[in-house]
Each structure stands twice: as structure tokens, then as C-alpha cells.
């Protein structure tokens, strides 16, 4: 341990495993450019505030401009004593413009505030990344649900058939989900993004660092409020894993209803056989793994959310390296989140839809509450007419003629009111116009949410 970085009280050596344990230079090493222009920025204003000189601070930039490039290149070469990224990138620059100025760069900081700067910084990045690519999936979602407004299919509760709606409808109803994730990953962003440097290990600098200057050259909004928290808290992190694990949920749902559309039993839909796999023993399947694997994310994101929040639960303030297990969920949540969301985009962008077989699904008793509400409309009490209606429906059922087809004297029989234009209600076109209230399934009703979201999809 002597040799550490930060060796200096140590005379025993490291325990190897110790070593590997609790080093977390195998992933964080992801994250270099943002730790260079972090210690860069830091470098600038400590120079500003006269703890390093001009002279210093440009050798130290020049030197980190240079570690920078080995790491792209991929000629950095990780030494057994690289704990983590920081002190990587600060052994290497000691090297690279000698250990003296180099050991100037580290004045004032902690690793507490660097390890948050680095990942404030990655993670607002893929924010944004993450983002765009919601807006070009709803996009996708829209530009369908428009071109084919005119679809209709039966809607469903209790997974029973319920009432008829437009396709564009379902459509637009996980749109809906989808649009909230897209606001709340927003607000998720502006907590993300705020710079922490300039709060030392915790209790905050003693050498006049312009803290809000540093946040301006790395790109934050603004900076955190108070330095023990600064190195404390991972909430930025466990925030976007919440964001992910109800955006999930909605993607989950919505590849859960795109299973079930896509059976023979209904064949609604018809996924691409670019986003399909088969069987290796039975020819004749084709299966939605790629709704499938959507679906299982879900449980997976659930699971990142709420490790987190178990490792972080009790932490006494400040910083203490349970925080580090805060590394591996925040990577690889972004990563798979990405990949979901370019699969999603392309299964709807792809997908085949069956109008004539949505049709086929529905059938004259979903016009059952019409029925009621035409009642309604001739003076009978709500209550009264879903009784006439449903003893319609069981008259439908027993003598299986459709209830369309049922005669005007056959329903007077039921309740004298029914006159001849009762046949208007038996058109499933009329039932889903009749919903034009906003956040209907009428034609008009379904248009104005297009056009609300598309207003925010730019
Ligand atoms: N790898 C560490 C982490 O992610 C960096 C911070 C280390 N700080 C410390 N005081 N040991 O938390």
C-alpha cells in the first residue's frame, strides 16, 4: 500500500484480492475523458485563484491533453497500483510532465468530488443521449398512429373485449406513458446536472475556488448546495434508475400487449423477422424475442433501483465506499436502456399491422354501452338502460344471432321505447366518433393528442 497514491501512513503491502476488490478501475476507466476535463477545469481555476501558476497549469493541461490521447488510442497502459481513474490518469501525468507539477494538480480536490464530477457528467451526457432517442421512438409512434387513424380494434379490460377504439389510439395511449417518461427524464437532468467540484472530501475548499466557473467550462447548469452532500449523495444516480425502471415498465407493457397482438390467436400485428428468432427444434416457430427480452428488462431495472437504494440506506455522511456500488448499475442501466430503446424503435417502425383482422375481432355486443347510451339520449335513467342493454346481450347470446340482426320487434319486446333508428348504434364507426371528448378514441379526439405531442417532439 505504500506504493498507493495514497500510501504515505502505509508500510504494509496490499492484499492482492483486497486489491482487486476494491479497485474499480475496470469499469470506471470508461468514464477518462470526463475525469481529464474535470481535473483540467479544476486545474484552471485553481491556477485563477493563484494556488498553482499560469505555467503549471498549462503544463498540467498539456500533459492531461496527452494522457487523453493514449487513452483513445488505446495505448494507456494500466499499472497494478491503478486504483480507479483518478489516480490512474494522475500517476500517468506525474509521468508525463514530471511528478512535481503533476502533484500540484491535485490541491484542494478529493477523489469524493472528482468520482462526482466524472459521473455527473457521463451520465447527463447519456441523458441527453437517451433523450433524443425517446423523441425519435415516439416519432415513429406518432407518424403511425396518423397514417392509420382509420383502423379499428377491439379495446380491452380485464383483457376481455371492452369497446371498440382505433389502433392509433393504442398507439397514442402508450405514447401517452411514454411522453411522461419523457418530461420526468428531463427533470432528472437538471438534478444531474449540477458540477460538485470544489467541495474537497467534505467539508468544501479553503483556497477561494471559483466553483461557479468550473461549472461553466464543463457544461453544468449550476453547482451543488452543500459539500457533505456533494460527497454523500448518489441520488443522481438512484434518480435515473427509477426513471429507468418506470420507463421500463411502460416498454414492458406495451412489448406485453404487442406479444399478445401478434399470436395467431389474434394476429393483430406481425413482427419483422428482423426483430423475430426461431426454434432449433420446431420449423414452424417464429418467436418476439425482441418484445420478450423488452418486457424482461423491466425486472432488471427494478432490481438496479432498488440495490442501490439498499446500499446507500444507513450510509453515515459522508462518503464511504459503499457508495462504489453505484458505478455498475449506472453503466450498464444506460447501456441496456439505449439498446431497448433503439429495439423498440425499430419493432413499431417494422411491424406489420392487420386491420381486416382487428375488425374480424370485433363483434356486436362491445356496442353493448351504445345501446345503453342511445337509451340514454331517449329519456331512460343510465342504470335502467345498462339493464334493457345487457338483457339485449343475453337475448344475442342464447338465440346467437348477432345483435344487429336482431329484430326492431324483438328488441320493442324487451322495452317499448326502441324505435327504427336504433340500427344507427350497430356501426362500430359511430361508436369510437361518438368519443370525441379530448382524450377520446374519435377520429378528432385522437388527432388532437398527435398533434399535443408532436408540439413537444419538435
Ligand atoms: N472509486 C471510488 C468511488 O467510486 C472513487 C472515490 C474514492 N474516494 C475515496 N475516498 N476512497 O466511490
Given at each position: 500500500?505504500a506504493?498507493?497514491?495514497?500510501g504515505?501512513?502505509?508500510t504494509?503491502?496490499i492484499?492482492?484480492?483486497?486489491h482487486?476488490?476494491?479497485?474499480?478501475?475496470?469499469?470506471d476507466?470508461?468514464?477518462?475523458?470526463?475525469d481529464?476535463l474535470g481535473?483540467?477545469?479544476?486545474a484552471?481555476?485553481?491556477?485563477?485563484?493563484g494556488?498553482i501558476?499560469?505555467?503549471?497549469?498549462?503544463a498540467?493541461?498539456?500533459?492531461?491533453?496527452?494522457?487523453?490521447?493514449?487513452?483513445k488510442?488505446g495505448?494507456f497502459?494500466i499499472m497494478?497500483?491503478d486504483?480507479?481513474?483518478?489516480t490512474?490518469?494522475?500517476?500517468?501525468?506525474?509521468e508525463?510532465?514530471?511528478k512535481?507539477?503533476a502533484?500540484?494538480?491535485?490541491t484542494?480536490?478529493?477523489?469524493?468530488?472528482q468520482?462526482?464530477c466524472?459521473?455527473?457528467?457521463?451520465l447527463?451526457d447519456r441523458i441527453?443521449?437517451?433523450?433524443?432517442?425517446?423523441v425519435?421512438?415516439?416519432?415513429?409512434i406518432?407518424?403511425r398512429a396518423e397514417?392509420?387513424i382509420?383502423?379499428?380494434m377491439?379495446?380491452?379490460t380485464h383483457?376481455?373485449r371492452a369497446q371498440p377504439?382505433r389502433?392509433?389510439?393504442?398507439l397514442?395511449?402508450?405514447?401517452?406513458?411514454f411522453?411522461?417518461?419523457?418530461?420526468r427524464?428531463r427533470?432528472?437532468f437538471e438534478?444531474v446536472n449540477?458540477?460538485p467540484?470544489?467541495?474537497?472530501?467534505?467539508?468544501?475548499?479553503?483556497?477561494?475556488?471559483?466553483?461557479?466557473?468550473?461549472a461553466?467550462?464543463?457544461?453544468?447548469?449550476?453547482i451543488?448546495?452543500?459539500?457533505?452532500?456533494t460527497?454523500?449523495?448518489?441520488?443522481?444516480i438512484i434518480e435515473?434508475?427509477?426513471?429507468?425502471?418506470?420507463?421500463?415498465n411502460?416498454?414492458s407493457?406495451?412489448?406485453?400487449d404487442?406479444?399478445?397482438?401478434?399470436t395467431?390467436?389474434?394476429?393483430?400485428?406481425r413482427l419483422a423477422d428482423?426483430y423475430?428468432?426461431?426454434?432449433?427444434l420446431?420449423?414452424?416457430?417464429k418467436?418476439s424475442?425482441?418484445?420478450e427480452i423488452?418486457?424482461g428488462?423491466?425486472?432488471?431495472?427494478?432490481?438496479?433501483m432498488?440495490?442501490?437504494?439498499m446500499?446507500?440506506?444507513?450510509?453515515p455522511?459522508c462518503y464511504?465506499?459503499d457508495?462504489?456500488?453505484?458505478w455498475?448499475?449506472?453503466l450498464?442501466?444506460?447501456?441496456?436502456v439505449?439498446?431497448s430503446?433503439?429495439?423498440?424503435n425499430?419493432?413499431i417502425a417494422?411491424?406489420?399491422v392487420?386491420?381486416?383482422?382487428?375488425?374480424?375481432?370485433?363483434d356486436?355486443?362491445m356496442?353493448?354501452?351504445d345501446?345503453?347510451e342511445?337509451?340514454?339520449r331517449?329519456?331512460?335513467?343510465f342504470r335502467?338502460?345498462?339493464?334493457?342493454?345487457?338483457?339485449?346481450?343475453a337475448?344475442?347470446?342464447n338465440?346467437?344471432v348477432?345483435?344487429d340482426?336482431l329484430?326492431l320487434e324483438?328488441?320493442q319486446?324487451i322495452?317499448?321505447?326502441?324505435?327504427a333508428?336504433?340500427a344507427e348504434?350497430f356501426k362500430y364507426?359511430s361508436s369510437?366518433?361518438a368519443?370525441s371528448a379530448?382524450?377520446g378514441?374519435?377520429?378528432?379526439?385522437v388527432?388532437?393528442?398527435?398533434q399535443?405531442l408532436?408540439a413537444?417532439?419538435?
Amino acid at each position: 500500500a505504500a506504493g498507493m497514491l495514497w500510501g504515505g501512513r502505509f508500510t504494509g503491502g496490499i492484499d492482492p484480492l483486497m486489491h482487486k476488490y476494491n479497485a474499480s478501475i475496470r469499469y470506471d476507466k470508461a468514464l477518462y475523458k470526463e475525469d481529464i476535463l474535470g481535473s483540467i477545469a479544476f486545474a484552471r481555476a485553481n491556477s485563477k485563484a493563484g494556488i498553482i501558476s499560469q505555467d503549471e497549469f498549462q503544463a498540467i493541461e498539456r500533459g492531461l491533453f496527452q494522457v487523453m490521447e493514449e487513452w483513445k488510442q488505446g495505448t494507456f497502459a494500466i499499472m497494478p497500483n491503478d486504483e480507479d481513474i483518478h489516480t490512474a490518469n494522475e500517476r500517468r501525468l506525474g509521468e508525463v510532465i514530471g511528478k512535481d507539477t503533476a502533484g500540484k494538480l491535485h490541491t484542494g480536490r478529493s477523489r469524493n468530488e472528482q468520482v462526482v464530477c466524472d459521473m455527473r457528467m457521463w451520465l447527463r451526457d447519456r441523458i441527453k443521449e437517451v433523450d433524443s432517442q425517446l423523441v425519435a421512438f415516439l416519432k415513429v409512434i406518432v407518424a403511425r398512429a396518423e397514417s392509420e387513424i382509420d383502423y379499428l380494434m377491439p379495446g380491452y379490460t380485464h383483457s376481455q373485449r371492452a369497446q371498440p377504439v382505433r389502433w392509433a389510439h393504442w398507439l397514442m395511449a402508450h405514447a401517452a406513458a411514454f411522453k411522461q417518461d419523457l418530461e420526468r427524464l428531463r427533470q432528472v437532468f437538471e438534478r444531474v446536472n449540477l458540477s460538485p467540484l470544489g467541495c474537497g472530501a467534505l467539508a468544501g475548499n479553503p483556497f477561494q475556488i471559483d466553483r461557479n466557473a468550473i461549472a461553466e467550462e464543463l457544461g453544468f447548469s449550476g453547482i451543488t448546495a452543500n459539500s457533505m452532500n456533494t460527497s454523500a449523495d448518489r441520488d443522481f444516480i438512484i434518480e435515473f434508475l427509477t426513471w429507468n425502471s418506470i420507463f421500463t415498465n411502460h416498454i414492458s407493457r406495451w412489448a406485453e400487449d404487442l406479444i399478445i397482438y401478434g399470436t395467431s390467436e389474434f394476429g393483430f400485428v406481425r413482427l419483422a423477422d428482423s426483430y423475430s428468432t426461431g426454434s432449433s427444434l420446431m420449423p414452424n416457430k417464429k418467436n418476439s424475442d425482441s418484445l420478450e427480452i423488452l418486457r424482461g428488462k423491466s425486472g432488471r431495472a427494478f432490481g438496479q433501483m432498488a440495490g442501490l437504494m439498499m446500499s446507500m440506506k444507513g450510509l453515515p455522511y459522508c462518503y464511504a465506499k459503499d457508495s462504489q456500488e453505484s458505478w455498475e448499475p449506472m453503466l450498464d442501466s444506460v447501456d441496456f436502456v439505449s439498446d431497448s430503446l433503439g429495439i423498440a424503435n425499430g419493432v413499431i417502425a417494422t411491424l406489420t399491422v392487420r386491420p381486416e383482422r382487428m375488425r374480424a375481432a370485433l363483434d356486436m355486443t362491445m356496442l353493448a354501452t351504445d345501446v345503453a347510451e342511445w337509451l340514454v339520449r331517449n329519456g331512460v335513467p343510465f342504470r335502467e338502460a345498462h339493464h334493457i342493454s345487457g338483457r339485449i346481450v343475453a337475448l344475442s347470446e342464447n338465440t346467437e344471432v348477432s345483435m344487429d340482426q336482431l329484430t326492431l320487434e324483438q328488441l320493442q319486446a324487451i322495452d317499448s321505447r326502441f324505435t327504427a333508428d336504433i340500427a344507427e348504434v350497430f356501426k362500430y364507426e359511430s361508436s369510437v366518433e361518438a368519443k370525441s371528448a379530448p382524450g377520446g378514441t374519435s377520429r378528432s379526439a385522437v388527432l388532437g393528442q398527435i398533434q399535443e405531442l408532436r408540439a413537444i417532439l419538435g
